[in-house]
């Protein structure tokens, strides 16, 4: 297992975005793991461009920053690896309620059938080729329940909503950033990661409709490949389908 070397921590009040200013600072000047976190996005991005809803003074939005090297020989498993990781996390903090958690393909945390965060990678290039990858986490942690509900449309929920508590969101971000760095060697062994990421999602076995553009049919999620794409099993045609991105519905 390789130690955790140090990271460069930038803690903000205010920004448009943690992934965005993680980009910035390490095209600018990388020199070892960058961490961004901020109280407050005022133009938080999910996946496909979604806007992220991000309130001051409740929950955790911060970007990882680390460089590829020899070690990560499978960086297209990085945001399966991730969700891993925050679902680690959570799962020691809340304990006796760990049953209620699961990660929807690709990287989507749910408690139950609400969402409680997700996760997205981005890749910044040099000369063409991947140089570094940008881990951003939105994770709903103090919010109010009423309050996510009135500004998104979504079925959302934080850790406070379901379990009637606070929580220290420093120590939360401490061991995410911790169990990410401290486990990167697994992204040299892609069965580890699938296999880690199976025994913690509801999506594979489930009855999901797959939209991607302007495409959409319905079929059963039967499991992942190597590279962490969705094989589905069309309803109509009966053919196997991989899914590298799009969205999916859990059908009930």
């Known amino acids: 297992m390789e130690e955790i070397e140090p990271i460069d921590t930038y803690i903000y009040e205010e920004v448009n975005s943690t992934n965005s200013i993680a980009s910035e600072l390490a095209r600018e000047a990388f020199k070892r793991p960058i961490l961004v976190v901020a109280n407050k996005q005022t133009a938080g991005r999910g996946r496909m461009g979604r806007h992220w809803y991000s309130p001051a003074n409740s929950n955790i939005y911060m970007s990882l920053v680390l460089k590829l090297n020899a070690m990560v020989l499978y960086p297209e498993l990085i945001t399966l690896y991730s969700a891993v990781c ?40 040099s000369a063409g080729k991947p140089e570094f990858f940008v881990i951003g986490i939105g994770l709903n942690v103090n919010s109010d329940k009423e309050e996510i509900q009135r500004q998104t449309d979504l079925v959302w929920t934080s850790l406070r909503a379901e379990t009637a508590r606070d929580y220290k969101r420093d120590s939360l971000i401490a061991g995410i950033t911790g169990t990410i760095l401290k486990d990167l060697y697994l992204l040299s062994e892609p069965d580890r990661i699938t296999k880690m990421w199976k025994e913690r999602t509801r999506t594979i076995g489930a009855r999901v409709k797959v939209i991607t553009g302007n495409y959409e049919f319905e079929g059963l999620a039967e499991d992942i490949d190597s590279k962490g794409h969705l094989i589905v099993r069309d309803a109509f045609s009966g053919d196997r389908v991989t899914i590298s991105t799009a969205d999916i519905v859990h059908i009930r």
């Open 86 to 125: 925050v679902w680690q996390v959570i799962g020691e903090t809340v304990k006796e309620s760990l049953g209620h958690l699961w990660i929807k393909w690709p990287n989507d945390l749910y408690w139950e059938d609400k969402k409680l965060g997700g996760i997205l990678t981005e890749s910044l290039y």
